[in-house]
């Protein structure tokens, strides 16, 4: 059974750091790429980052490249998603999902690869 629970969001001034988490099931956590999206009321959902399993192979949009980090905990089946030098527009809705595969691969930002998501943590960061 996939499952897949986020947590560690919160409100942060800009220019702050959250460290976001996503346990994941054993199976989930050692067989699929795992992608961080967001969302913002009346926009479409946005793939930010992802990480493959085993050597954990990580990609990024470049709206967060230098500033967000993929991370792994093997020993609690738990991705974390570190996030720093945020912005009011990291301000979002955040989900973890995993997608049909293992390979991330260059269509990782589409929603359509992913068939389990959490349920999403909060994101606000003010000016």
């Known amino acids: 059974q996939v499952q897949l629970v986020e947590s560690g969001g919160g409100s942060v001034q800009a220019g702050g750091s959250l460290r976001l988490s996503c346990a994941a099931s054993?199976?989930?956590?050692?067989?699929?790429?795992i992608t961080w999206f967001r969302q913002v009321p009346g926009r479409e959902r946005e793939g930010v980052a992802a990480i493959e399993p085993g050597g954990g192979t990580t990609y990024y949009a470049d709206s967060v490249e230098g500033r967000f980090t993929n991370t792994r905990d093997n020993a609690k089946n738990t991705l974390y998603l570190q996030m720093n030098t945020l912005k009011p527009e990291d301000t979002a809705m955040y989900y973890c999902a995993a997608k049909r595969g293992w390979f991330c691969g260059g269509d990782w930002p589409e929603e359509t690869q992913y068939n389990a998501w959490g349920q999403g943590t909060q994101v606000t960061v003010s000016s």
């Open positions: 054993a199976y989930t956590y050692l067989t699929k790429c």
